[in-house]
């Protein structure tokens, strides 16, 4: 899984990458399960995290971090710690970091049904047609296409939930939508891009 979060916008394309190519001063990561663009200019650490658990299966996962210590986006492994060390054993062993500390649950409100936030995606689920969710913000952008089965309210998050593609918008993130051309982009409580926009797919 390539996954990045930012202000309540989480965007996460869940499958094997095919590749990894440059293309300019970017790096694509692409396949039938991937669209990213990665600038490496804004990757100041990298970090393999190995406590990463649901039950008792551990996610490994390489956080990719800026200049302050923000991760810009993360890989998450879903085939356990043996692959995982396998593909990184010609790295090296790397500095060993002390375990960070656990962060705070974040509040989680309700979302109410007329969150603004839900609105394009509920209309692209109603109506069948093919739609383009992309995610940027600097150094990292991400996009998935396809048909939205359905938008599900839930633990104070608008989820969108494919096989190949998770999103997670938390309620209240979304004040609004800003139209150009025929792109939606979402605005934050701050009168901000939060960098999540929507679009038809072209027939």
């Known amino acids: 899984m390539v996954a990045s979060s930012e202000r309540g916008v989480t965007h996460e394309r869940?499958?094997?990458?095919?590749?990894?190519?440059?293309?300019?001063?970017?790096?694509?990561?692409?396949?039938?399960?991937?669209?990213?663009?990665?600038?490496?200019?804004?990757?100041?650490?990298?970090?393999?995290?190995?406590?990463?658990?649901?039950?008792e299966k551990v996610f490994p996962r390489i956080d990719f971090q800026t200049s302050d210590?923000?991760?810009?986006?993360?890989?998450?492994?879903?085939?356990?710690?043996?692959?995982?060390?396998?593909?990184?054993?010609?790295?090296?062993?790397?500095?060993?970091?002390?375990?960070?500390?656990?962060?705070?649950?974040?509040?989680?409100?309700?979302?109410?049904?007329?969150?603004?936030?839900?609105?394009?995606?509920?209309?692209?689920?109603?109506?069948?047609?093919?739609?383009?969710?992309?995610?940027?913000?600097?150094g990292f952008e991400q996009r998935w296409r396809g048909r939205i089965e359905t938008v599900k309210p839930a633990m104070g998050f608008i989820n969108i939930i494919q096989p190949d593609f998770h999103m997670h918008l938390k309620a209240g993130a979304v004040t609004g939508w800003r139209q150009d051309g025929d792109r939606l982009f979402a605005i934050a409580p701050d009168g901000s891009l939060l960098g999540l926009f929507v679009a038809p797919e072209p027939r």
């Open 14 to 55: 869940i499958g094997p990458v095919e590749a990894v190519s440059s293309e300019g001063l970017f790096i694509r990561v692409s396949g039938p399960s991937h669209d990213s663009r990665i600038d490496p200019r804004e990757i100041a650490n990298i970090i393999a995290d190995r406590s990463g658990r649901m039950g």
């Open 69 to 138: 210590d923000a991760v810009l986006f993360s890989v998450v492994g879903f085939e356990g710690i043996e692959p995982f060390d396998a593909a990184l054993a010609s790295l090296g062993a790397g500095t060993p970091l002390e375990a960070a500390p656990g962060k705070p649950a974040g509040e989680r409100g309700e979302v109410v049904e007329s969150d603004p936030g839900a609105l394009p995606f509920s209309r692209a689920s109603a109506s069948g047609e093919a739609t383009t969710i992309g995610f940027h913000r600097e």
